[in-house]
């Protein structure tokens, strides 16, 4: 048969089995999923690179569906390509199922979970900046877009960061259907408007017709052409193309057709064609030399900002390893990641202040197996913490550091004093929290966290912090210090980061009056060293939190549910109020979690058992 006859029964099919799918499935987008049928079809018939067969060639291109609720047209791609059979694209939704109702990766070749629009296009610059500048491979990066994503100012932190860099290997696809879940996007079908937008952000952006395969067909020959900067095709299409009952028409999103029996035969019935992609050229990732070394020390009494060791150990980590990249949201002189920019530029990116591009670009990076860090002031790293969790169902390797923590960090004020970051972190499903006290401890812990599973968060101080810890002590996610203690210990102080000082002057103090504390350095929040809480709870009875974050989620919190069923007497010593611009040491004491403070609850605490 023509061609065009082939890529028209592959878009049909594409189409019936989106329908059939989610009636299987009681639920889902197939409506979402009809009007971007022909573009993908065309996309598999002659310009996605992509072995199937090996889903792990590391010269395969990318497909990312960044409107993920139009997941049955995925799947329906996957059974045409003969990635999984029909029996196995009936099972769309179900418990066990790997075609959940949004893609993840349990369904190869998905690089990552979508369906919190407005992130896949971010994540497909991270793959396309490994593409050119990690891997050093011609693999291309293909993006299918929703329009009403065009809403999320994600997109533009992208469509932002693609322009400026010039990635040529990234392709967005951008389904205009015109359709939202409740009424029209906002600019409908205007495609001159969103020409006029991408070309602003320095973008090769080409408008079709989204349901003529000729003009399909030359929209992405025109992209893949395009060599000094991305593309981008607005194709205009119907939602619910092919049947009448749904085809653009409102109040359709998200439901399975009411006769789809009678819309597969209007479509032309059911059909079991296979289409053979085009394999990409073989070829191997670069990889970077590694110069050696070994990680940085300091002598017991130094005096270190932890954010300035992390910068350290990062640089050094980079000469060990060849596959530690770093990423930074243009704070990298505070944040200290400049040191590993100075050492190892190849492998640095400045995200600039987009902190949602800056994760999800990380979130692409490890999709190719790269070691990423990103970092930035912690209390920044909420604004992204959307994609912070995505990352998280993406099963996706971050390394996250956040400095700049607390009240501690003086006279910027409370805009930029991370105070929910510990919560947030111990929010994020299979994370690890870390808060180091001193220079020794940061060191061992970025180490550490090169090798960690899944999504890794290290919470840095601004100002200097004594050297406590030696270079030789085996520092390790999980553990904890007993900086104090005794056979008669009255009560347990438990502190972190800049608290530890304050817990330890406060035992000076409490030990003048006769009074023991013991102290933990509680370096590794989760997971939290629970073995030793329980057994200091239970030698000394009574146990007080300090911590320069919210009450809320904190080490308190943490602290709790490690002793949850060993019930002891705790107090909590957290920051209560609003902070407000101050010295460190002024705001440590408003805050109620300086020495002096810590002293007093101690008094409290004892008195009252």
């Keep these: 048969m023509p061609h065009n006859d ?32 022909d573009l993908m079809a065309v996309l598999l018939d002659g310009y996605l690179k992509l072995d199937y067969t090996n889903t792990d060639n590391p010269a395969n291109d990318h497909l990312i569906f960044s409107k993920g609720h139009a997941s049955p047209l995925y799947y329906a791609m996957l059974k045409a390509v003969g990635a999984i059979t029909d029996e196995e694209l009936l099972t769309f939704r179900s418990l066990g199922s790997r075609l959940e109702g949004h893609p993840t990766p349990r369904i190869p070749p998905t690089d990552v979970a979508t369906g919190s629009l407005g992130q896949g296009l971010p994540v497909g610059v991270g793959l396309a900046l490994a593409g050119k500048q990690l891997d050093r491979l011609p693999y291309r990066v293909w993006v299918l877009c929703g329009d009403s994503e065009m809403a999320e100012g994600s997109i533009w932190e992208a469509f932002q960061h693609a322009g400026w860099t010039g990635l040529d290997n990234l392709t967005a696809i951008v389904d205009v259907n015109r359709l939202g879940q409740t009424r029209e996007t906002m600019l409908g079908w205007d495609l001159d408007g969103y020409v006029a937008r991408a070309e602003a952000f320095g973008w090769k952006a080409i408008a079709i017709d989204g349901h003529d395969l000729d003009a399909i067909d030359a929209g992405l020959a025109q992209a893949v052409q395009t060599t000094d900067r991305p593309s981008v095709i607005f194709a205009k299409t119907h939602k619910g193309r092919g049947v009448k009952a749904v085809e653009d028409k409102p109040g359709k999103h ?27 050229t073989p070829g191997a990732p670069h990889r970077f030399p590694t110069a050696g070394g070994e990680l940085p020390r300091w002598e017991l009494g130094e005096e270190v900002a932890t954010r300035q060791a992390y910068g350290q150990a990062l640089a050094q980590l980079g000469g060990l390893r060849g596959d530690v990249v770093v990423l930074d949201g243009e704070v990298s002189n505070s944040t200290m990641s400049e040191l590993f920019a100075h050492a190892h530029p190849d492998r640095y990116f400045e995200m600039f202040i987009a902190e ?24 920044f790293l909420t604004r992204a913490h959307d994609f912070i969790r995505m990352a998280a169902v993406s099963r996706a390797d971050l ?36 808060h180091p006290s001193d220079a020794n401890q ?65 035992a000076d103090v409490l030990d003048g009056e006769g009074i023991k504390a013991r102290v933990i350095d509680c370096y590794s929040i989760k997971p939290i060293d629970a073995e030793t809480l329980v057994q200091s709870a239970g030698e000394t009875g009574a146990v007080l939190t300090v911590e320069d974050h919210w009450p809320e989620g904190g080490l308190g919190d943490a602290v709790l549910g490690a002793l949850a069923e060993h019930p002891t007497r705790v107090r909590k010593l957290a920051v209560t109020e609003m902070p407000v611009s101050g010295k460190p040491g002024e705001l440590l004491h408003a805050a109620h979690i300086d020495a002096e403070a810590v002293v007093a609850a101690a008094r409290q605490l004892l008195k009252a058992g």
Excluded at 406 to 431: K, N, T, W, Y
Aim: proline share 4%.
């Design 6 to 37: 082939f890529r028209h029964d592959l878009a049909q099919q594409l189409r019936v089995d989106s329908i059939r799918t989610s009636d299987a499935g009681g639920s889902g987008h197939p409506t979402s999923s009809m009007s971007a049928a």
């Design 254 to 280: 998200g439901k399975p057709l009411e006769d789809p029996a009678e819309a597969i035969e209007e479509l032309g019935g059911a059909q079991s064609l296979s289409v053979s992609v085009k394999t990409p």
């Design 356 to 379: 949602q591009q800056m994760i999800a670009a990380a979130v692409g990076l490890q999709v190719r197996n790269w070691v990423a860090f990103a970092s930035t002031f912690g209390a």
């Design 399 to 434: 390394r996250l550091c956040g400095s700049h923590a607390g009240v501690s960090i003086g006279e910027d004020g409370p805009s930029q004093m991370a105070l929910e970051d510990i919560s947030m972190f111990r929010s994020i499903h299979g994370s690890t929290v870390l």
């Design 442 to 506: 940061t060191a061992a812990l970025v180490a550490e966290m090169a090798t960690l599973p899944g999504v890794s968060y290290l919470r840095t101080l601004r100002g200097k912090t004594p050297v406590r810890t030696s270079p030789d002590e085996n520092i390790r996610v999980g553990g904890s210090r007993v900086l104090r203690n005794s056979d008669h210990d009255d009560l347990t102080i438990v502190a972190c980061g800049i608290t530890v000082g304050e817990a330890e002057k406060a």
